[in-house]
């Protein structure tokens, strides 16, 4: 798959298609929107609840979402386990190409960046004493998901139109049996037939106002067990 750097409008950037004409950040920000929609609506809202979490991503792509989660657990001294899906790994020099050190202003987290892409696959591996990474060499439809495991999903993949296999019913269905009740799924997309769709799997379903460039985002939940 042929790939193009591009720069989004916040000076991070992103990575280019062109057989998909589809970007994997947006161009209005690709640091601005993992910040807005995986971070402060997904990660930090959870933290809000507990300080141990467990975190899935659908589609690990550039490693922004992992490397942007580092400050948050190592500020709240909260231990994160993180898994991410990813059926296409991008090659080392795709990756040092993209220079996320121009972005990451802890320093420390610069050589952490290109640990999360030399982690070995399909195991645990302790990043630093707070987060621990597992990558999986999958796509969401192979993967076996655990039930009621996870806090927080980060759902990253590409537009509903691009990849329309992973915006099924039935891959929505997997995902709300993978979160315990009170988790959360967030991601960037706020189309009707989405949201149908989680609502359908069981989420209750709130739209947010969405990063820079889209007027919203969506943040699915699990409803907590009442007895």
Sequence with gaps: MHLEIRQ??????????????EHYHSVHGALQESQH??????LEHMLEQKKDLKVLEVGF?????????????????????Y???EKFPLSEETVKQLHYENIILNPELHERFYQLHAAAWNQPVDIIP???LQKIHESLEEFVAPQSYYDVVYFDAFAPEKQP????????????????????????????SFKRSLKAAGFEVEALP???????MTRGVKPLIRS
């Design 8 to 21: 989004t409008k916040d000076g991070s950037n992103t990575l280019y298609v062109p057989e998909l004409n």
């Design 210 to 216: 969405g990063p820079p460039g889209k007027r919203e």
């Design 37 to 42: 929609v995986f971070i402060r609506h997904g």
């Design 130 to 132: 707070y987060f621990t």
């Design 61 to 81: 792509g550039t490693g922004l979402n992992a490397i942007l989660t580092f400050p948050a657990a190592l500020a709240k001294k909260a231990f994160i386990q």
């Design 83 to 85: 898994d991410t899906l």
């Design 165 to 192: 296999e992973l915006w099924s019913d039935a891959m929505f269905e997997k995902l709300y049996k993978a979160i315990r009740p009170g988790g959360v799924l967030v991601t960037y997309c706020a189309k009707g």
